[in-house]
């Protein structure tokens, strides 16, 4: 969904909120011991790595135009 918003912040903002929901589904897999093995967990967060990396690279060198996307830029 994100992909496909026009808005820079929403979509900026629908990013991170996609990488905070990795991160809690990798931290509810480390606490159910019925979710499978450690590794399944890291696997999650290697996924989660993979997407902060993909939205700093997404908007790594763009121009800020307000307050809400120089914040959204540092956080990366």
Do not use: H
Not at 29 to 49: F, H, I, S
């Amino acid at each position: 969904m994100a992909d496909i918003e026009k808005v820079t912040t929403t979509q900026a903002s629908m990013y991170l909120q996609a990488g905070l929901y990795f991160i809690l589904t990798g931290i509810l897999m480390e606490r159910d011991n019925n979710m499978g093995p450690a590794a399944v967990a890291y696997t999650m967060y290697k996924d989660t790595l993979q997407l902060i990396r993909y939205i700093g690279n997404r908007f790594r060198n763009r121009e800020c135009s307000n307050t809400t996307e120089a914040r959204i830029i540092v956080l990366r």
